[in-house]
């Protein structure tokens, strides 16, 4: 019953990227790209997330907090160049 619920996460966090691709690549300002950035990330950090769980694989984990400290870092970078410049 839980692998049945977390595929179905799974299918609803590829389905998430998916749609926020379309917000990227069509935002009408780089503000809507930024923010459909942030969120492919947070689904492709779950997704990395049932990955370890379904390997069983904890190395995973830290590939997961490695890649998020990295998009947030991204994130608060272009946010700032959008703000204000660099």
């Known amino acids: ?10 299918s ?10 379309y917000r ?5 300002t780089e503000c809507d790209r930024l923010v459909a950035f942030d969120v492919m990330t947070v689904s492709s950090l779950s997704i990395i997330g049932l990955i370890a769980k379904f390997s069983g694989r904890i190395i995973y984990l830290d ?4 890649y998020g400290l ?7 970078i272009v946010a700032r160049y959008f703000e204000k410049g660099l």
Do not use: E, Y
């Open 70 to 76: 990295l998009s947030f870092l991204g994130v608060v």
């Open 24 to 28: 990227f690549f069509k935002g009408p």
């Open 12 to 21: 609803i966090m590829m389905l998430a990227i998916l749609l926020t691709l």
């Open 1 to 10: 019953m839980v692998n049945i619920i977390l595929i179905v996460a799974a």
């Open 63 to 66: 590939v997961a907090m490695v």
